[in-house]
């Protein structure tokens, strides 16, 4: 959510609260229409949590490319995305939200060259339509990262977006296509 987005919300409760207190004073604590209030403000809470809840990632078995070791680090990577997505949503401060981003960028660069070392090594057909991809993905991040220079906001948003997308599709697309290859290589 972005701050303007939660200052708004924030401001609705806020809003709400003072109603509610307002309510209680004048119709008494026992009206319905006081109760319905004391409801919305229980119920605020829970979708805020229950909104940024969907905007995590959660690894599921499927994503696996049966190779543990990079299973691991797609586990990692996605758990820092999450990390990231937190820092928005709860407004932890610009410096910690760019140290999280730098940690995801720099983590997945470690990932891609640890991909790419097995595919070299064990001569994958495939290894430099599949390096070319991950480089797509670092050129399309460092763009995100110029524009967080310019509108940290709006650029943040974006890249999440990216992240979360680019990283499903590809670990459940690409990568899982270098499975069966590396694994009759005894890659495990
Ligand atoms: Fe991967
Ligand atoms: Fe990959």
Redesign the pocket.
């Known amino acids: 959510m972005s701050k303007a987005m939660d200052l708004c919300a924030l401001s609705v409760f806020t809003l709400t609260l003072i109603i509610a207190v307002l309510l209680a004073v004048m119709a008494g604590p026992t009206s319905p229409l006081t109760w319905s209030m004391v409801g919305v403000l229980v119920l605020i809470p829970f979708i805020r949590r229950k909104m940024k809840d969907r905007r995590r990632v959660d690894w599921k078995d499927e994503y696996s490319v049966g190779i543990e070791s990079i299973d691991q680090q797609h586990k990692n990577l996605i758990n820092l995305i999450n990390m990231l997505q937190t820092t928005v949503d709860y407004s932890t401060g610009e410096e910690f939200e760019r140290e999280c981003l730098a940690a995801v960028v720099d983590y997945t660069k470690t990932h ?1 060259v640890y ?1 790419e070392g097995l595919m070299s090594k064990y001569g994958y057909p495939d290894f430099e339509a ?1 390096k070319a991809q ?1 480089q797509k993905m670092i050129d399309k991040v460092d763009d995100l990262l110029a524009a967080y220079q310019q509108r940290p906001e709006s650029a943040m948003k974006d890249t999440l977006d990216f992240l979360k997308q680019w990283l499903i599709r ?1 670990i459940n697309g ?2 899982k296509q270098y499975s069966d290859y590396l694994l009759s290589k005894g890659v495990h």
């Open positions: 891609f991909e599949h991950h590809h690409t990568d």
